[in-house]
């Protein structure tokens, strides 16, 4: 093994979406970072948006599942026992690199399940305490947007104006606007003008395959840079394969492999940043005599909770020429009709619909050939001219993302033959619906068909129910009591005094929402938490 001498004061693993807030708020405030990153540093010229073949690229090399990418740095994931796959991507930036960059906060009434309507668990923490990281992260990431929603308590607006409402946004608003239900402009982590590291938006439309650009605020272009012009350290191609601790069961440092060689990186303090199936699958891993069960997991629930956000699509074919494949993609409109718990609607909690770019001709092929009622209908031969002429660029999309509530048999384990490059377990995932998220889900397809009507589409149908869209949540709940939760109000283990864990696996419910705002306020902060309690934190010797 390769021991380096030099001891960080705060070890990061994982260069992705929280660990680049982190790392940068860290090595700011003086502190010597060190982030080790299973992945490289993505080109901008290697993202397949501005090529012509860009969604055979997004179907294999650029997928955002690693199984179907299988690049050395990627892990496999058994889902044999999950009925959705799941998705993630390995690098400097992380998932960040292929997000679609829709930016929504929580609400208050995320933070407090159990109070209102008797399920799951509260947060230890609230809508007030985020704010303040809320908006200071909206300056970091370039956010784009208009100010006052009502849908929200208020609050600073995003420092950029929003991006062009196109044809597809006015066309739906109006509808919404004679349902009298809610809208309001999309709030996207895309500049809609020049904004220090990132380029305005040139609305390619295909935000989710990352931006050749370099537009999109993924974490490799507003984050790392900074925190190494700050002095922090980014090694990457180094997978972690163990935290260790020392005698007093303080983590101390991690192991990882670099090209084949297993190296030792000393810290006094290490933040775990590696998503809702990596951060559990590391401290399973870390398993010692000390901890049996896996580091941090006294309460027995490292793995347990996970929630990846299942959602489902309609569309609308309209006869005017919608331009729907403008950018950019991450929501054009966003509705918070539907978003608070209705029991009469025989579900509890709820959804945020999103209107979003329809991307190119072949996901139109898709929304043919297997979409609800209109995949039995005659598509090939002529029909297929003239069924892409009246579609490519005449649909209109809705997304809906329902919430996805918490349950112990939803979980990631260590799989016990399957490994990675390194000879490392694979994470295994066993996941399922519960009725609840299919009648969630369901019942906001039907609403979303009538907004299509409303608006004057000639024809709307369900293209998916029930899709993964890569938030993976839960699986190391945050909570005030160390027998029902992993890590405190504060993202630091219940366990080990000198870990802190930052990305979504903290979630204790998964809210309604993109969560990459609100993964990025924990991120930022936990960092403001170890900054300014440096001194009295216990760290490793």
Known sequence: MVARTDVADVLIVGGGTSGGVAARHLAEAGLRVVVLEQGYWPSESDFPGNKPEYELMVGKQWSGNPNVRGKPED??????????????????????????????????????????????????????????????????????????NPAYPPGAAPPLPPHPIHKTGRRMAEAMNKLGWHWWPGTTAIPSQDYRLQK???????????????????????????????????????????ITVDEKGRANGATYFQNGVEHFQPAKIVVVACNGVGTPRLLLMSASERF?????????LVGKRLMIHPYGASVGIYDDDMEDWLGPTGEQLQSMQFYESDPSRGFLRGSKWILQATTGPLRTVDR????????????????????????VGH???????????????????????????????????????????YRLVDWNLQ????????????????????????????????????????????????DVPNLFLI??????????????????????RTATHIVENARQLEVAS
Not at 201 to 206: A, D, L
């Open 395 to 437: 649909m209109i999309q809705w997304l809906v993302m329902s919430e996805d509530l918490p349950e112990e048999t939803n979980y990631v384990s260590l799989d016990p033959t399957l490994t990675d490059s390194d000879g490392l377990p694979a994470p295994k995932v066993h996941y399922t619906l519960s009725e609840n998220t």
């Open 75 to 148: 892990y496999p994931i058994n889902v044999d026992d999950s009925v959705q796959p799941l998705y993630m991507f390995n690098g400097v930036g992380g998932s960040s690199v292929l997000f679609a960059a829709c930016w929504s906060r929580a609400l208050p009434s995320d933070f407090r399940v159990k109070t209102l309507d008797g399920v799951a668990d509260d947060w230890p923490i609230g809508y007030e305490e985020l704010l303040p990281f809320y908006e200071a992260n909206d300056i970091d990431m370039g956010v784009s947007g208009l100010g006052g």
């Open 368 to 391: 043919w050939t297997k979409g609800e009622g209109v995949c039995d209908e005659p598509f090939w031969g002529t029909e297929f001219t003239r069924k892409m002429q009246e579609s």
């Open 447 to 494: 609403r979303s068909l009538e907004a299509h009507e409303a608006a004057g589409a000639k024809k709307a149908w369900v293209t998916s129910r029930n899709i993964t869209p890569g938030h993976n949540l839960g699986t190391c709940k945050m909570g005030d009591d160390p027998e029902t939760s992993v890590v405190n109000r504060w993202g630091q283990a219940h």
């Open 292 to 300: 049996q069960d896996g580091l941090a997991n006294s309460s027995g």
């Open 200 to 242: 305005q938006c040139v609305r390619y439309g295909i935000c989710h395959m990352g931006c050749p650009h370099g537009a999109k605020a993924s974490t490799h272009v507003t984050q790392f840079p900074v925190a190494l012009n700050h002095g922090a350290r980014v090694v990457t191609g180094a997978r972690v394969s163990q």
């Open 503 to 524: 990305d979504g696996s903290v979630f204790t419910t998964s809210t309604g929402v993109n969560p990459t705002a609100t993964i990025c306020a924990l991120a930022k």
